[in-house]
């Protein structure tokens, strides 16, 4: 595993119309799982999609990706999966609640928006030895369920086919995260991620 930072400033520009409308939508939906927790939807936590949708543009006009296949890990209502779409990319979402991938495929239907939402774990099968060790080390404190399933194999695809991984980690779940993507993503892709403070930062793959 070889994860480089990328200095990574993107510009902010004014918001597509079609975006604004997708964010207003997505928001209802977000608020409405959101007043559901901690019992309904655990650790779900949405980024700021607007600093998001800046991010994802400036990558984009910048040509930083090798290619056009995104995932989106954790995707909840799939507002970023979505935005991906918006902005060209051949989008995908894994999330392992099946009412916010229900919520999700509704708004997609909505906007009109070609995206796929699997309802799983982002965590490939070839990651499960490594599952146990990282509960231990987190104290149990781990806010994604941890166990690998077959969602890349609903998908048709691995994690090393996507050129860019978008996701938004608790602080316990970084390391974890972070090392399933150094170990099982493909060369030059590319790693996403939202924080608090409204920061997100960007990894490249370089095995």
Known sequence: MALSRIPFTPQRSTIPAEVVQLLAAGQRRVDYFSGR?????RGFVPSCYETVWHALQYLTQQDLNQGS?????????????????I????SYGIEINTELVDAANELADEFDIPVEF???SFVP???EVLLDRAFAEADGEISFDTY??????DLGLDLGDFD???A????????????????????????LTYGDAEDVYLYRNEQ
């Open 148 to 153: 690998a399933d077959r969602a890349y194999d």
């Open 118 to 120: 699997i309802n799983g």
């Open 168 to 191: 938004f980690p608790w602080p316990n779940d970084e390391p974890f995260m972070k090392e399933i993507f150094g170990r099982f993503s493909g060369d030059g892709a590319l790693y």
């Open 37 to 41: 927790q901690p019992i309904h939807v």
């Open 87 to 90: 902005l060209g990319y051949e």
């Open 69 to 85: 296949l995104f995932c989106e890990w954790g995707s909840g209502v799939g507002i970023v999966a979505m935005m991906a779409a």
């Open 164 to 166: 860019l991984v978008f």
């Open 125 to 127: 099968g070839a990651a």
